[in-house]
């Protein structure tokens, strides 16, 4: 694919009805409309690159004035010069000082700059011939080095100390390459667990997901505790059944999470999204001690990592982590929750800080401390670009995957040209087309019928009759 300078740019407002069954529903988030703010940057020649931010509705709005404010600044930038040095290239997009003074390094406008950093990295990934992951796990140490985000956070993680952690993990990147790309990635399903779905609807996922292969479920919490214990007790009583498990099947005991595993090694997480002040998290888990759970995700503001801290440290006695990250809005803050020791698990976001610059960073430095990452994924494309990061982490820098779980959810693939899929161990398949990037690209026909507002559904459901959508994840 050639082009040698960026000539311009399209940005879309796509919107998925998934509030109409429930889908991406929980304590916080009661009305969800899983949406890309989506970009597609141009060149003069044939080369395009494709990028998103996440939001579950009208945040569109804004965020697509950002996305245009960020995207004006890179037209007429030579390709080449940019692929050249991937580093310097996000120290001026986040580097805008008029931009950096509506939040730095936070908030819209890095929604927005991950957007177009995501693009950009698509588009370097395609220019080479190769899925995004297999681009950057073939850096040398010193390159991945270079094109990390170190700004701020040398009190936690030096470039030295870095690269000293790649170049120790080099001698097997090709046997880890190898091993991921036969057996796939370890994943986890959040599809079973929406707050909006009935019992019966929570029942029959939980059986489909055990089927599929997966060993590891999440639940959304935070409404009603004891709702809460009656939906936990429900999958439990599904998940820990031998007579449900898939005939022939057994689970690899290095693959179980956690120490609260149930007899057939399936492990069961849940996720507050937020919704609790710090004391109210600490007594809400303790009366959801019963359930056994790996982890609480998210179960105060994504910001306070003291008051993490101090949920970790009380609920540590019950065997009960706690992970976050999801809204986490900078690498400062994954710094914060490291060295205090708030978090057991890391789980980055591909669009919530801006792009693979920062997200390199948050993974070197979850290394140097020890933590497992484990993305988030529950929203649309999100499943499609995560994979590419565990495979990184896995390859090139961590070294290891029985930690850890990467999220899916199975709404909305069918609209990506390239979408994801799970292996029927519940792991997800390694993304191998050399034209697929960052694996974002929407087909036109999906663009078209979920536009904001003058797609033709957002049409229909204006006058009344919205045709039922199709796509996976809505029907009952």
Same mark, same amino acid.
């Given at each position: 694919?050639?082009?040698s300078?960026?000539?311009?740019?399209?940005?879309?407002?796509?919107?998925?009805?998934?509030?109409?069954?429930g889908?991406?529903?929980?304590?916080?988030?009661?009305?969800?409309?899983?949406s890309?703010?989506?970009?597609?940057?141009?060149?003069?020649?044939?080369?395009?690159?494709?990028?998103?931010?996440?939001?579950?509705?009208?945040?569109?709005?804004?965020?697509?004035?950002?996305?245009?404010?960020?995207a004006?600044?890179?037209?007429?930038?030579?390709?080449?010069?940019?692929?050249?040095?991937?580093?310097?290239?996000?120290?001026?997009?986040?580097?805008?000082?008029?931009?950096?003074?509506?939040?730095?390094?936070?908030?819209?406008?890095?929604?927005?700059?991950?957007?177009?950093?995501?693009?950009?990295?698509?588009?370097?990934?395609?220019?080479?011939?190769?899925?995004?992951?297999?681009?950057?796990?073939?850096?040398?140490?010193?390159?991945?080095?270079?094109?990390?985000?170190?700004?701020y956070?040398? &009190? %936690?993680?030096?470039?030295?100390?870095?690269? *000293?952690? !790649? #170049?120790?993990?080099?001698? @097997?990147?090709?046997?880890? +390459?190898?091993?991921?790309?036969?057996?796939?990635?370890?994943?986890?399903?959040?599809?079973v667990?929406?707050?909006?779905?009935?019992?019966?609807?929570?029942?029959?996922?939980?059986?489909?997901?055990?089927?599929?292969?997966?060993?590891?479920?999440?639940?959304?919490?935070?409404?009603?505790?004891?709702?809460?214990?009656?939906?936990?007790?429900?999958?439990?009583?599904?998940i820990?059944?031998p007579?449900?498990?898939?005939?022939?099947?057994?689970?690899?005991?290095?693959?179980?999470?956690?120490?609260?595993?149930?007899?057939?090694?399936?492990?069961l997480?849940?996720?507050a999204?937020?919704?609790?002040?710090?004391?109210?998290?600490?007594?809400?888990?303790?009366?959801?001690?019963?359930?056994?759970?790996?982890?609480?995700?998210?179960?105060?503001?994504?910001? &306070? %990592?003291?008051?993490?801290?101090?949920?970790? *440290?009380? !609920? #540590?006695?019950?065997?009960? @982590?706690?992970?976050?990250? +999801?809204?986490?809005?900078?690498?400062?803050?994954?710094?914060?929750?490291?060295?205090?020791?708030?978090?057991?698990?890391?789980?980055?976001?591909?669009?919530?800080?801006?792009?693979?610059?920062?997200?390199?960073?948050?993974?070197?430095?979850?290394?140097?401390?020890?933590?497992?990452v484990?993305?988030?994924?529950?929203?649309?494309?999100?499943?499609?670009?995560?994979?590419?990061?565990?495979?990184?982490?896995?390859?090139?820098?961590?070294?290891?995957?029985?930690?850890?779980?990467?999220?899916?959810?199975?709404?909305?693939?069918?609209?990506?040209?390239?979408?994801?899929?799970?292996?029927?161990?519940?792991?997800?398949?390694?993304?191998?087309?050399?034209?697929?990037?960052?694996?974002?690209?929407?087909?036109?026909?999906?663009?078209?019928?979920f536009?904001?507002?003058?797609?033709?559904?957002?049409?229909?459901?204006?006058?009344?009759?919205?045709?039922?959508?199709?796509?996976?994840?809505? +029907?009952?």
């Open positions: 694919m050639t082009g300078k960026i000539t311009g740019f399209s940005v879309h407002d796509i919107r998925f009805p998934t509030n109409v069954s889908d991406g529903t929980d304590a916080m988030n009661k009305e969800c409309d899983y890309a703010a989506y970009i597609e940057i141009h060149t003069d020649g044939d080369l395009k690159g494709q990028g998103m931010t996440f939001t579950i509705g009208r945040g569109n709005d804004i965020v697509m004035y950002a996305i245009e404010a960020v004006n600044r890179i037209v007429g930038m030579e390709v080449e010069t940019i692929f050249g040095d991937i580093g310097a290239f996000w120290t001026f997009l986040v580097g805008d000082p008029q931009h950096r003074w509506l939040g730095p390094e936070k908030g819209v406008i890095h929604l927005a700059t991950a957007a177009v950093n995501n693009a950009v990295w698509d588009m370097f990934a395609k220019a080479r011939g190769k899925p995004l992951w297999k681009l950057i796990v073939d850096f040398t140490p010193e390159e991945m080095v270079k094109a990390a985000a170190f700004r956070i040398t &009190d %936690a993680l030096t470039p030295e100390e870095a690269l *000293k952690m !790649l #170049k120790e993990k080099e001698a @097997g990147k090709k046997q880890r +390459e190898e091993e991921v790309k036969k057996i796939g990635y370890p994943a986890y399903t959040t599809s667990g929406w707050l909006g779905y009935s019992d019966e609807k929570v029942r029959r996922l939980t059986k489909e997901a055990l089927n599929q292969g997966f060993n590891h479920f999440k639940l959304k919490v935070g409404a009603d505790v004891e709702d809460d214990l009656r939906r936990g007790r429900l999958i439990r009583s599904i820990d059944d007579a449900n498990m898939p005939a022939g099947r057994k689970i690899d005991p290095a693959t179980i999470q956690g120490k609260n595993a149930g007899p057939t090694g399936c492990v997480m849940v996720d999204n937020q919704v609790w002040d710090v004391p109210q998290a600490i007594e809400y888990m303790k009366k959801l001690e019963p359930l056994k759970v790996w982890f609480i995700e998210e179960p105060t503001a994504p910001d &306070d %990592a003291v008051g993490h801290a101090a949920i970790r *440290k009380a !609920l #540590k006695p019950l065997n009960i @982590g706690v992970a976050t990250g +999801e809204h986490a809005h900078n690498r400062m803050v994954f710094k914060q929750l490291l060295q205090l020791d708030a978090i057991d698990v890391t789980q980055i976001d591909s669009c919530r800080v801006s792009g693979i610059n920062e997200l390199l960073a948050i993974m070197l430095m979850s290394a140097k401390f020890g933590k497992p484990c993305p988030h994924a529950g929203g649309v494309g999100l499943c499609e670009y995560v994979i590419h990061l565990s495979l990184i982490d896995y390859i090139a820098i961590s070294g290891d995957m029985t930690r850890n779980v990467l999220e899916f959810v199975d709404h909305l693939h069918e609209h990506f040209k390239y979408p994801c899929s799970i292996n029927p161990q519940g792991r997800y398949n390694v993304p191998l087309d050399p034209k697929e990037g960052y694996s974002i690209e929407m087909f036109e026909e999906s663009m078209k019928e536009a904001f507002p003058g797609g033709t559904y957002w049409v229909a459901a204006a006058a009344g009759n919205a045709p039922k959508p199709k796509h996976r994840g809505i +029907e009952d």
